[in-house]
Structures are given as structure tokens and as C-alpha cells.
């Protein structure tokens, strides 16, 4: 158990819609990072948020959005779904994410199936 | 567009051989770590290596960074069913920002 708790761990819904995808880091850690993956584009690297404020940003689309919270859990926002949104959503927390190696600790993932 | 390119792509091999996995790059990176990850779990970080030409040993794991950091191996010794798994590489040049590379799937079998 790596201590960064995913939720839902399994999402079903249609093209059009929006899906909120939840994420709480291990005890302590501050920052907290979203990456996507797929067969066929492996682990994208979408965000990283650091104490609330976001620090860097990767692939991630427009009609994608997320957020960290005064207590640190962090969210992701999925809107007008696609079917090639269809992925794992990983959520990983490390202790400041500032250190160039610093260990991220990953969550379980949300599968995310768009019908 | 993977910045990280591994090799090979899938892997497959009896109990007791060697096996290699590489990692390679165009960038050059502050650090490089690697992770292994099986079905249905994250990715778990096995080792980060920051020195060029540095290189570590876990049991039975042999990871190398290359002199010029931009490129990283990780050597398995006499593979185990449990060793079986995605390996991913990911580097760092930036703080905030950690490549992954698609990742070597190994497979040990019995």
C-alpha cells in the first residue's frame, strides 16, 4: 500500500459527459501529480500541483482541468468525454517535488471507460 | 512523442536466464529512476541513479546510468516468476515534470 488513495477505482460513463476523478496523497506529502495511461501512449505526464498552486504542466487537454485543496487531496476534472479518453488515471504524491529524484509514490488508478 | 525510448518493448524469458532492459534518450537528465509496475497496481520505484556512470545493485537488480546521462540499463540476474512486470524508466530535467518512457514488458516464466 503505497498511502495515496485513488477514487473511484473504476469509471463507466458516455461520450459528453464529465467525470471528476479524486486523489489523497500520503500523510505529509505536498505535492501531488496526474498521469494518464494507455496502450498505445503509455504514462503521460498531465500536472503537478505543489501546496495548492500548480507547478508544471504536461499533456493534458483543454477540456481537462484539476485542482489541489487546502487539505492537500487533489482532483481531476474530465469533461465532454471522448472515447479515446479511455484510460488508467494515476495520482502520485511525494514529499515537495522539488528534488530532482525525489521518490512519487502512486495510487491504484482510476480506470476510466468511455462507451 | 516519448523523450524516453526503452527497448525492448516485450520481453520474455525462462527462470534463471539474464535479462537486459534499456532506456534511452536524445536529453540529458538531472536523475533517472526506474520503476516496475504490475497489472491493476501504480508504478513502484525500484531505484534513482543522479551520477553519470554511477551504478547500483539491488539483489539481483544491476541499474546503470550512462557518463553522459542520457541513457540507463537495468541488468536482472537470474530472473524469478516474481520479477515479472512492466519496467518503466523516467527522467528528471525539470522540477515539477518526470518523463516516463512506454515501458519493457518482462515476463519470467517457470
Known amino acids: 500500500d503505497s498511502g495515496v488513495t485513488q477514487t473511484p477505482k473504476h469509471l463507466i460513463t458516455a461520450t459528453g459527459q464529465r467525470v471528476t476523478l479524486r486523489c489523497s496523497p500520503r500523510s505529509g506529502d505536498l505535492s501531488v501529480y496526474w498521469y494518464q495511461q494507455s496502450l498505445d501512449q503509455g504514462l503521460q505526464f498531465l500536472i503537478h500541483y505543489y501546496n495548492g498552486e500548480e507547478r508544471a504542466k504536461g499533456n493534458i487537454l483543454e477540456r481537462f482541468s484539476a485542482q489541489q485543496f487546502p487539505d492537500l487531496h487533489s482532483e481531476l476534472n474530465l469533461s465532454s468525454l471522448e472515447l479515446g479518453d479511455s484510460a488508467l488515471y494515476f495520482c502520485a504524491s511525494s514529499v515537495t517535488g522539488q528534488l530532482s529524484g525525489e521518490k512519487l509514490f502512486f495510487g491504484s488508478g482510476t480506470q476510466l471507460s468511455v462507451l | 512523442t516519448q523523450l524516453l525510448e526503452q527497448s525492448p518493448q516485450f520481453l520474455s524469458i525462462q527462470e534463471g536466464e539474464n535479462l537486459t532492459v534499456y532506456c534511452n534518450s536524445s536529453?540529458?537528465?538531472?536523475?533517472l529512476q526506474w520503476y516496475r509496475q504490475e497489472p491493476g497496481e501504480g508504478p513502484v520505484l525500484l531505484v534513482t541513479?543522479?551520477?553519470?556512470?554511477e551504478v547500483k545493485k539491488l539483489k539481483r537488480l544491476t541499474f546503470q546510468f550512462g557518463d553522459a546521462r542520457k541513457d540507463s540499463s537495468l541488468h536482472i540476474t537470474a530472473a524469478q516468476p516474481g520479477d515479472t512486470g512492466l519496467y518503466l524508466c523516467a527522467g528528471g530535467d525539470s522540477w515539477g515534470k518526470l518523463q516516463f518512457g512506454a515501458g519493457t514488458q518482462v515476463v519470467v516464466t517457470p
Open positions: 536529453s540529458v537528465f538531472s536523475s
Open positions: 541513479v543522479v551520477t553519470g556512470g
